[in-house]
Structures are given as C-alpha cells and as structure tokens.
C-alpha cells in the first residue's frame, strides 16, 4: 500500500490508549497511533464475504 492510495478512502485515527470502536465498515482504513502520535500500524478493514 502506498500513501496515495489512501486518497478518497474512508479512514479513522485510533491512539493506542483510547478504547478501540468496536464499529467496522468493510474497507476504511484504520490508522492507529501512538501516544506520540507516531503511526503504529495501519490497515484496511475486509470487505464482507460474498454469499
């Protein structure tokens, strides 16, 4: 994944001290952030399974 492809995403910012939503929305990204704000971990929420 690079940056660019971030553009037009839906995406959220998570510390890593807050409580974590428990809400999910198939392909938002999710950045989460350390206290310093320094980016621990980014990814994509799956899309749901085709039935």
Known sequence: MQ???L???KCRFVKE????????EP???TVL???ENRIVEIYRENDL???
């Open 3 to 5: 940056i660019t492809d």
């Open 7 to 9: 553009i037009g995403k």
């Open 17 to 24: 001290s807050d409580k974590f939503p428990e809400s999910y």
């Open 27 to 29: 392909g938002r990204i």
């Open 33 to 35: 952030l350390s206290e």
């Open 49 to 51: 399974p085709q039935i």
